[in-house]
């Protein structure tokens, strides 16, 4: 199996080009062309080796839950034309992603176990257990980094530094709890739980657009409910699908992101577990097949079909 680890296209009528994490975003006049590449971060560190057919899971999960949600608040998204590649409009980003929790696991877990019972200006009850549903799902929103790590942020420093208006900021709370509300309903009919995601929002012409992805591996947390009260009674380790996982291996083999950590080596056998996994995920969260793309000449394919989007007008 081959992977997409980077995409240096050149197209008319490109204005500028960034390389996130684990997209490459191509800007123009007045839409964006976003590639899923098969690059993985964890700790906001992109580790040195892509996973098969991770993009492509990444791209078509978002596209299936952005058209799932478009009754509830607009999305920046336009066109499909390829399995790894997503057009959309190009809206101004607000500066914070929306993070809505409805249990107590991952970081919220490990700032909990560690002895804090405030985060993001969220107070959480004591006795909580790991994988506990909270009383009400909470938002702890983050500074969107370009580089490093996202930074937790309160709703009251949002304001007092005029991050967000508080207007705008708001709404923003209002469309990410609806989100995550059908976002919990879609989760259950497929025999999962929304345990935590993250939404990211946009401006444009004075209308706020759901941008980015939405519900997927890279952004969310799913337990199995078939079997959740019982682990959770007995004390042991929830089923979950997302990429919790490869954080779990890179902690249990001393690597956080932090300075002077080395990311540790990833065999072959790992990247093809990995993969399975992002497969399984979006088999399981959709409710459809996964049909693998041609990777034989993958770039190929993602350049010319991106070539015959633009030449198509969405307006």
Request: net charge negative.
């Amino acid at each position: 199996m081959t992977a997409i680890q980077e995409t240096n296209f050149k197209f008319d009528g490109q204005t500028s080009f960034y390389r996130g994490k684990v997209r490459d975003v191509y800007s123009f006049e007045d839409r964006l062309v976003m590639v899923a590449t098969d690059r993985i971060s964890a700790f906001d560190v992109v580790l040195p080796r892509p996973i098969p057919f991770k993009g492509q899971v990444l791209n078509q999960t978002a596209a299936h839950f952005l058209k799932a949600t478009a009754d509830l608040v607009p999305n920046w998204l336009l066109a499909v034309p390829d399995p790894n590649v997503s057009v959309g409009l190009k809206c101004q980003p607000y500066a914070v992603e929306m993070v809505v929790r409805g249990y107590l696991a991952g970081h919220a877990w490990r700032q909990y176990k560690a002895g804090h019972r405030t985060l993001c200006g969220v107070t959480l009850p004591e006795g909580l257990k790991e994988a506990d549903k909270l009383p009400q799902p909470i938002i702890t929103p983050t500074t969107k980094a370009h580089e490093g790590h996202d930074e937790d942020i309160s709703r009251e420093e949002i304001l007092k530094q005029g991050i967000v208006a508080e207007a705008e900021y708001v709404q923003l709370e209002q469309f990410a709890l609806a989100l995550f509300q059908r976002g919990t309903e879609m989760a259950a009919e497929q025999g999962l739980i929304l345990v935590d995601t993250k939404y990211e929002f946009g401006n444009l012409d004075g209308q706020i657009y759901l941008i980015d992805e939405v519900h997927t591996p890279d952004s969310s947390r799913y337990f199995y409910a078939d079997g959740y009260e019982a682990s959770q009674q007995a004390g042991t380790a929830q089923k979950q699908l997302s990429k919790e996982f490869v954080r779990e291996w890179l902690i249990a083999n001393n690597f956080q992101g932090k300075e002077g950590q080395t990311v540790p080596a990833m065999s072959d056998e790992w990247i093809s577990q990995i993969s399975a996994r992002y497969i399984e995920l979006y088999e399981k969260v959709t409710g459809q097949s996964f049909v693998r793309s041609e990777t034989e000449n993958s770039l190929t394919r993602v350049e010319e079909n991106i070539r015959r989007s633009l030449a198509v007008s969405y307006s």
